[in-house]
T-cell receptor
Framework: DTEVTQTPKHLVMGMTNKKSLKCEQH?????MYWYKQKAKKPPELMFV???????INESVPSRFSPECPNSSLLNLHLHALQPEDSALYLC???????????????FGPGTRLLVL | QKEVEQNSGPLSVPEGAIASLNCTYS??????FFWYRQYSGKSPELIMF????GDKEDGRFTAQLNKASQYVSLLIRDSQPSDSATYLC???????????????FGTGTLLAVQP
């Protein structure tokens, strides 16, 4: 089973709202990722958590706040977003501790976010 | 800047033909390579990964890796209209000092299989 789930599937929010995206996996993976994908562009890495600790932050604005409450869950808290933040937000997970070249990321279905 | 390059296409092939998708990368130290398929409006779906020089086959898909020339390709045999999608090439970059690595994606090639 290589399933990563994400909720909600769609989200519309105003620039003053606070919302959260949720990601869950039960594959025993210890690395989880947030990506942002704009139309006709490749996924762009935002954050990486490894063993529930933030491992990579790709200089993402502070209006995006990640959280990893446990090894199966990953949240992305959103606050005061801009219309240009509208995109498909993808979560992924992978094993850690293998020979590193074998780490394979599996993506969830994504949350399509529209900021008005 | 580590880069992964793909022809954006569209690559148009007739049904039943072989589709050949190519990718080049700039970091000679790259060790593992992934092909993802992404249908319009959907998330990337892993097709194959490869980390040894040569060919790796999985059903109608064959990944080819040539580290000396720094290219990786994906062949799709007996192409079907359902194969029409964007194919993303990704390279695993070692995150020295960190516990995980990261994928660098190419811009993707749009494949259109004509019935």
């Amino acid at each position: 089973d290589t399933e990563v789930t994400q909720t909600p599937k769609h989200l519309v929010m105003g620039m003053t709202n606070k919302k959260s995206l949720k990601c869950e996996q039960h594959m025993g993976h210890r690395a989880m990722y947030w990506y942002k994908q704009k139309a006709k562009k490749p996924p762009e890495l935002m954050f990486v958590y490894s063993y529930e600790k933030l491992s990579i932050n790709e200089s993402v604005p502070s209006r995006f706040s990640p959280e990893c409450p446990n090894s199966s869950l990953l949240n992305l808290h959103l606050h005061a977003l801009q219309p240009e933040d509208s995109a498909l937000y993808l979560c992924a997970s992978s094993q850690v501790g293998l020979i590193w070249i074998q780490e394979t990321q599996y993506f969830g279905p994504g949350t399509r976010l529209l900021v008005l | 800047q580590k880069e992964v390059e793909q022809n954006s296409g569209p690559l148009s092939v007739p049904e039943g033909a072989i589709a050949s998708l190519n990718c080049t990368y700039s970091d000679r130290g790259s060790q593992s390579f992934f092909w993802y398929r992404q249908y319009s409006g959907k998330s990337p779906e892993l097709i194959m990964f490869i980390y040894s020089n040569g060919d790796k086959e999985d059903g109608r898909f064959t990944a080819q890796l040539n580290k000396a020339s720094q290219y990786v390709s994906l062949l799709i045999r007996d192409s079907q209209p359902s194969d029409s999608a964007t194919y993303l090439c990704a390279v695993n970059i070692r995150n020295y000092g960190g516990a995980t690595n990261k994928l660098i994606f190419g811009t993707g090639t749009l494949l259109a299989v004509q019935p």
